[in-house]
């Protein structure tokens, strides 16, 4: 492919063969604003790579260009599945040589360590997401514009001490937050980046694991407390009243009194809706392509690993049919008409970052609104199936054999994870029906005695 052109017919031209023709007139003039600093600087060819070898790390066709030259490399690459990204990359690394900068904070690199892992990693969205909050948990902003080259191995371990005494995480967050420390300081010691020698980051994790805290393991901290599912359920039907349409709102009481998982919510179909049950046998998934992330329906459920045995069936309860009914009569007064249950306006499904965004800023609060939420503890899905399963299925009576069917999970995964008593009280009632149980079979004490005597 020879260098982009600098007219505008050619790179029209250029853009055109090379499928972005139809990028909004925003989008086109910057991305033709910046090929033309990029044609202003770059000497290489860019080309085309459409057979890939075997050894390649990249897994299907991309562009290729060289880079300049520097001290610790003569000779350099730069990658990329989309050509859009490859511009984007070129003129952000001759936008940093043409400001004179000859080093990269510790911010910049994790950047481009995050965007080369989602180029040639395809990570879940999840993986990325958690890169971030760590990042911007544990790194201050001292730290996050320190020069990468200027960085020692004792600044990284004061730096480990010192923010590790203030948050006090747990040592599942530690690993995470040394999770992105390695991706930065690898990245930068890649032969192919130079930008250091070696990775400064200590192997030793014993002089800071000692500085978090134990999270507690136990079930009942993990799940939502019935008041606050009162709270939550009270809230949201206000909410959905006032609202024009909030289908969030609605996903987050149909997950209240189904235990569906977050996935399983999406993916719903009104034809999976049946007058007495609710048929559960599909996910909506993610992937990563061309540094996107593409949303796609997976007819399996997760405990169903890819191979469809069908899925699980949901009694459809007077609650459940309440906010089914509530939901589609408001579908039908706005004009909408989908086949998916938690469908936008425009018809379109909901995905599961928007859900766990919306059950999210329910529960903490959207700080860039200025909003506080609802000020719980949890604020995930998950905390509603773990609910469900020890707040309702349990009292009510279901063996763990059905409370498994349910939640779509083994028998091991419900006693071992999500099992739990619900109070004092539970526990007097467990001891009514234990006791009830022993009188009908004459299992009293008396009983054993005369039984027994001589």
Known sequence: MARFKTEIIG????????????????????????????????????????????????????????????????????????????????????????????????????????????????????????????????????????DITQITPSMVKEYLQKITQEIKPTKKSFYKFKGVLNLVFNYAADPEHGLIKTNPVPKNNRPYVKNCVEHSSRPEDKAFQPHEIELIKQHLWKRINELKYDVNGYAILFSIETGVREGEIPSLKWADISPDRIHIHSQQNDVIKDGKKIFYYNPTTKNEKGLSKDGRYIPLTQNTRKILMHLKTKQTALGINSEWVFAKENGDWITTASYAEALYYLCKGNSSRGTTGLNLKLSNNHAFRMALNSYVFIPMGLTVTERAMLLGHSVQTNIQFYSFSKSADYNDEILKTWNRFNENNNLSIENFRKDHEC
Do not use: C
């Open 11 to 146: 790179i029209s031209w250029f853009l055109e063969q090379n499928g972005v023709s139809e990028l909004s007139d925003n989008e086109l003039v910057e991305i033709i604003e910046k090929i033309k600093v990029v044609n202003a600087y770059h000497k290489y060819a860019i080309s085309y790579h459409s057979k890939v070898l075997p050894n390649d790390h990249y897994k299907q066709p991309y562009y290729y260009t060289r880079l300049p030259s520097s001290k610790e490399r003569k000779y350099r690459r730069m990658k990329s599945y989309s050509v859009i990204t490859l511009i984007e990359r070129l003129y952000n690394y001759y936008v940093h040589q043409y400001k004179n900068e000859d080093s990269y904070s510790f911010k910049e690199v994790f950047e481009l360590a995050l965007d080369e892992k989602v180029r040639t990693e395809n990570p879940k969205e999840k993986t990325i997401d958690d890169y971030r909050f760590s990042f911007d948990r544990f790194i201050d902003e001292n730290f996050a514009n320190i």
